[in-house]
Each structure stands twice: as C-alpha cells, then as structure tokens.
C-alpha cells in the first residue's frame, strides 16, 4: 500500500464519520510516506478537529505546515484551530509543540 492508498482510504473513513479508522489511516499513511506527508497531517488535523482535540488538531496543522509551507488547507485548518482552542494561550502552546516535534522530521 502506498501513502496515497492510505491516505485515500482515511478519506473514505472520514467522510464515513469513522474517526478512529480514519485517523488510523491517516497515520499509516504518514508512516509510508518519504516526507511526512502534509496532506495526510492535514487531513488528520480535520479529523481531530471534528473530535474536538484542538491541540493535536494544531500540532499536526503545524507538521503539515513544516512539511509544506505553502499549504493553504493545513494553514487554514490551523487558523480555525487556534480559534476553537479553550484560551490563546492553549493554542500557542500546542503550535509550540507540533513546532518542535516537526524539527525532529
């Protein structure tokens, strides 16, 4: 199976609305993907965020973004993160920490 493949099936899962597989599948994906795959970070981000996990949400938008700087869905993704997240502060935070944990890529 290719990253694509996997990526592909957490669409099908996501639209589905099942999130645990979805997520699943997009972490597969991530793993057999040769640059972290931004599209899958970012996707996985949408499905965090219809979980209401606004810090993983943005952790991964900030992945995505480090793999991808021109990704406007991850960047917008992002932006809605850091509007839903319980204080400023939180978001900041959790931005920090996708921030450091994509250095480690």
Do not use: P, Q
């Not at 290719?2 to 990526?7: H, T």
């Not at 957490?10 to 997520?23: C, F, I, Q, T, V």
């Not at 850091?82 to 480690?104: P, Y």
Request: with cysteine.
């Amino acid at each position: 199976m290719s990253s694509d493949d996997a990526r592909e099936r957490g669409n099908a899962l996501y639209a589905e609305r099942a999130y645990d597989a979805a997520l699943a599948a997009y972490d597969d994906a991530i793993a057999l993907s040769h640059d972290g795959d931004a599209k899958a970070r970012a996707n996985k981000a949408a499905v965090l965020m219809a979980l209401r996990r606004w810090s993983e949400a943005t952790a991964e938008c900030v992945k995505a973004l480090a793999i991808d700087s021109a990704y406007d869905r991850a960047r917008r993704r992002l932006e809605a993160c850091m509007v839903k997240a319980g204080t400023f502060d939180d978001a900041i935070a959790s931005a920090e920490r996708g921030g450091e944990a994509s250095a480690a890529l």
